[in-house]
């Protein structure tokens, strides 16, 4: 009933920027909170940057400064700016949303999550 589909990514050189976007769909009422996250290899699953449905914006201490976090309630987007990319931001980016669902029966709220897009910063 709701899908998440991120796009962006890809292969950068250090100090370069990249905007990732992340779009959900379906039978949705409002989307309370988005967040994205990244996952490096061998490393667990960390928050990157958080708003909320009113605007407030949060970040990890590693990427102050540099990355931006921003939505379009219009269009169910939230994007992520990366600026002065680092080789140690090289991950899995993953977005997520949390969702009220409205139904013909029903109303809930849950978190979905994008499917993962790589982004690589190497010279």
């Known amino acids: 009933q709701v899908q998440v589909v991120q796009s962006g990514g890809g292969l950068v050189q250090p100090g370069g920027s990249l905007r990732l976007s992340c779009t959900a769909s379906?039978?949705?009422?409002?989307?309370?909170?988005w967040g994205w996250n990244r996952q490096a290899p061998g490393k667990q699953r960390e928050l990157v940057a958080t708003?909320?449905?009113?605007?407030?914006?949060n970040y990890a201490d590693s990427v102050k400064g540099r990355f931006t976090i921003s939505r379009d309630s219009a269009k169910n987007t939230v994007y992520l700016q990366m600026n002065s990319l680092k080789v140690e931001d090289t991950a899995v980016y993953y977005c997520n949303a949390d969702i009220v669902v409205i139904t013909a029966t029903d109303r809930y709220e849950q978190d979905y999550w994008g499917r993962g897009t790589q982004v690589t910063v190497s010279s």
């Open positions: 379906g039978n949705i009422f409002s989307i309370e909170n």
């Open positions: 708003i909320t449905r009113g605007g407030t914006t």
